[in-house]
């Protein structure tokens, strides 16, 4: 039996399922104290004064820090190294623990209040009063990048954050040589990745053994315990970090915050476990993703086949660099071709500093902008030259035989079926029935569009990003645990890890057990962050897997006398392949030798390209504006799946989370820098209501940069859903004349965008 490619039940469900899972806010130690930290209410302000004797004065309350109190104590949080990418400019303003001199977004955390339970850690915040000179915010990134408006890091001397160029082919012959040319602005906006679970932090330091144990919510167990190490002076293996189930992520969960650093540090200074958990609020005002503005001009040839694309991109990175920061902007210039032989592209790139949240990695990184720019321009691109949005994207197509491909910008394409996906998607969408009822709409009929939109996702990350470790042993009773430094946060890890030693050594997978997310159990590896939980965490396991099979199989050669080579595992036994008949169990296979322990690290020499193509019918009332979403269709390659049950979860999320880019969600700030969608009752999450059936299918071309031959996809889905309900918006409100409308789609912005630029009724 195999147990790749089956969608096996998800052995982490059960315990969640009847409330058995462990989050941070479940963990409570003896004699735990709790902390609430106090934020700047200012978009820029120096910080004159900050009172803390009545919040000290508090019964309950332990400890009250300022930045003062960590002056020479604790540095600014680290930032990422670059890697390889290429930088003109690069002024990374570092995100200080607690705030010193002043306070540069809304939300900044300024001070920390330590106290017996959570109420009084909040009471006692709301004691601490701070004496602000209010200074004068800079919130539009247009005039960020005008040297006469005010630096807001004066020892940067420039509100430039980073500047670069990413180009390649000749754009001034692609322009001269064009039949048409499309020039348009897109403006993607701030969006709040808001996991089901916000973050949180537990310090506890053992004296006796000299151990500080933290548990985090985080993406990245190993990285925390790395960092921590640097900014408290201590040697690694005098920490230990620990991430329990996290509810989600998205992104957040794969930086370093200050409360990372704040509880920890407490725990040292108080001997006690100190605990943190964000709220809802703190988690809308201290992280966000995408914003960014991008104008991209086309060059095409009288049939819409792209010579080249010229684009600007001005990032709004808000106030401070978190690690992951500047990548959204690097992926989202050199993944703009998507998959498209385009044979010149100038991108300009420009992330500047605002008095904002700010911005860094979301599920996507980078992808979902690009996409939406390529995406909405090849629909502008058929409109002018009066073609079939579908026909369009055929006629620029990386062509199956081109693989591998290279793109003009430097990246590598391993592997793909571009045509069969589309034929696919357009097929169970029933395109060519929907263009023709479109044709015969009567006037007074709600307005009915239907949109494409095709994408690549390359996964795995660069640099160091691209290893990842793996251990496996097998004990006398045939046991076998697997030891990764992926650190899953609803991925399904213990599942697929677990399939894929069954099919190796032929056993079934409750006999499998997978550890992860503890530094104790295993100290190496990276994370989970860029679909790369499966491709290189999966293949480290693969091999690891592997070499315990030689080795066994070795053993067995010698039990039946026959050549390591055909020696067979399968269904929990193993035998000769030629004498099928003569069998014994695994197990006592594993007992005919002690010390069945295997370590691989193995690191990705080519980043995997998924490719997919969503379709959607969206219908809008002619009175109302709303927009309903009739049908949606996505088909993707994911390379060789593993558990097709937890790719289709994987997604369900990314397209709810793309038709609320697209429909409902913007983080919205005023003149002065304040953000006025700071709840969940001005910032709208859809609902369930808000998400269609779903029709989903695969393409799968195996993948050979790994061993697994899978592609990643956890972040796949996200790409295109903004872009295919925006063109399919656009082509149902095409009767008024509108020709583009940023996302999100709601009434408001629709009638507003009619009335200012097209006719009323269609």
Same mark, same amino acid.
């Given at each position: ?70 002056? #020479? ?52 915040? *709301? ?25 807001? &890091? ?20 692609? @322009? ?20 089901m679970e916000t973050r949180g932090v537990i310090g506890n330091y053992d004296a006796s053994g000299d151990l500080l144990t ?48 704040l509880m920890p540090f407490l725990a040292l200074r108080l001997q006690k476990p100190v605990k943190w958990v964000e709220d ?40 401070? @660099? ?63 030259? $009066? ?63 239907? $949109? ?15 290893? *990842? ?39 079934? =997978? ?13 100290? &190496? ?54 004498? =099928? ?32 193509? &969503? ?59 304040? =953000? ?32 697994? $031959? ?51 009724? #269609?």
């Amino acid at each position: 039996m195999s147990y790749l490619g089956r969608s096996i039940k998800r052995f982490e469900d059960a315990r969640l399922v009847i409330g058995d899972g462990v989050f941070i806010d479940d963990i409570k130690l003896p004699d735990m104290l709790h902390a609430a930290v106090v934020r700047s209410v200012h978009a820029h302000a120096r910080i004159r004064s900050i009172n803390v004797v009545d919040a000290i004065e508090l019964d309950g309350v332990v400890e009250v820090l300022t930045g003062a109190d960590l002056a #020479g104590k604790l540095p600014d949080l680290p930032i990422r190294p670059m890697g390889d990418r290429s930088v003109d400019e690069f002024n990374p303003p570092e995100h200080p623990v607690l705030a010193q001199d002043k306070v540069c977004y809304v939300g900044q955390p300024v001070a920390v209040v330590v106290a017996k339970n959570p109420y009084l850690a909040r009471d006692g915040a *709301e004691l601490v009063t701070v004496d602000y000179e209010p200074l004068t915010p800079v919130v539009n990134p247009v005039d960020a990048a005008n040297e006469d408006v005010p630096v807001i &890091h004066p020892h940067l001397g420039t509100n430039v954050a980073m500047r670069s160029v990413q180009e390649g082919g000749d754009i001034e012959k692609a @322009f001269a040589q064009a039949a048409h040319i499309v020039r348009q602005r897109y403006e993607i906006p701030r969006l709040a990745p808001s996991s089901m679970e916000t973050r949180g932090v537990i310090g506890n330091y053992d004296a006796s053994g000299d151990l500080l144990t933290v548990w985090d919510s985080t993406q990245a167990p190993n990285q925390i315990k790395r960092y921590l190490a640097q900014m408290l002076g201590r040697p690694e293996e005098s920490i230990r970090v620990v991430a329990p189930d996290v509810g989600g992520s998205f992104g957040i969960k794969d930086c370093l915050f200050s409360e990372d650093v704040l509880m920890p540090f407490l725990a040292l200074r108080l001997q006690k476990p100190v605990k943190w958990v964000e709220d809802r609020q703190e988690n809308l005002i201290t992280y966000h993703g995408r914003g960014m503005s991008l104008d991209v001009e086309v060059a095409v040839d009288k049939k819409g086949v792209i010579l080249g694309i010229s684009a600007s991109i001005l990032a709004d990175i808000g106030a401070y @660099f978190y690690f992951t920061t500047p990548f959204p902007l690097f992926n989202a210039a050199r993944r703009i071709t998507g998959p498209y032989d385009v044979p010149a592209v100038r991108v300009d790139l420009l992330g500047v500093i605002t008095n904002k949240t700010p911005v860094a990695a979301y599920r996507g990184t980078g992808s979902p902008e690009a996409a939406f720019c390529i995406e909405r321009t090849l629909d502008l691109i058929a409109k002018d030259l $009066g073609l079939d949005p579908a026909e369009i994207r055929r006629s620029n197509y990386i062509s199956k035989d081109a693989f591998p491909y290279k793109s003009c910008t430097g990246n590598m394409y391993d592997s793909g079926d571009y045509l069969l996906a589309l034929d696919r998607a357009l097929e169970l969408v029933e395109y060519s029935a929907w263009r023709e009822k479109i044709k015969h709409r009567r006037p007074v009929d709600p307005y009915l569009g239907v $949109g494409l939109a095709t994408f690549i996702k390359s996964s795995g990350a660069g640099g160091e990003h691209r290893v *990842e470790s793996a251990r496996v042993r097998i004990d006398s009773s045939g046991q076998i645990d697997v030891y990764t430094g992926v650190s899953p946060h609803g991925q399904g890890t213990e599942t697929t890890f677990a399939q894929i030693a069954a099919e190796t050594l032929g056993v079934d =997978p409750s006999q499998v057990r997978v550890h992860h997310s503890d530094t104790a159990i295993y100290p &190496h590896g990276i994370g989970t962050s860029a679909s790369r939980g499966l491709i290189i965490g999966g293949s480290a396991v693969q091999l690891a897997l592997q070499e315990a099979r030689e080795k066994l199989a070795g053993f067995a050669s010698k039990f039946f006398s026959c050549p390591a080579a055909d020696i067979k595992f399968s269904d929990g036994e193993v035998f000769d392949l030629h004498h =099928p008949d003569t069998k014994i169990p695994f197990e006592k296979l594993a007992a005919m030798e002690s010390g069945l322990d295997f370590e691989h690290e193995y690191t990705l020499p080519q980043s995997p390209v998924s490719f997919g193509a &969503h379709a959607v019918v969206v219908e809008v009332n002619q009175d109302t504006l709303a927009l309903k979403i009739l049908r949606y269709v996505g088909v993707h390659d994911c390379g060789r799946i593993i558990n097709p049950m937890i790719v289709e979860g994987q997604i369900h999320g990314g397209i709810a989370q793309g038709i609320g880019q697209a429909l409902t969600e913007s983080i919205v700030y005023s003149e002065e820098g304040q =953000p006025l969608t700071g709840s969940l009752m001005d910032y709208a999450l859809p609902r369930s209501t808000t998400i269609p059936d779903l029709t989903l299918d695969t393409v799968d071309t195996i993948s050979p940069t790994n061993p697994l $031959g899978s592609k990643g996809i956890g972040s796949v889905s996200t790409v295109p859903s903004p872009a295919a309900i925006a063109n399919a918006v656009m082509n149902a409100i095409s009767p008024s004349g509108v020709r583009h409308i940023d996302a999100p789609y709601t009434p408001e912005r629709l009638w507003r965008a009619i009335r200012e630029h097209g006719t009323v009724n #269609g």
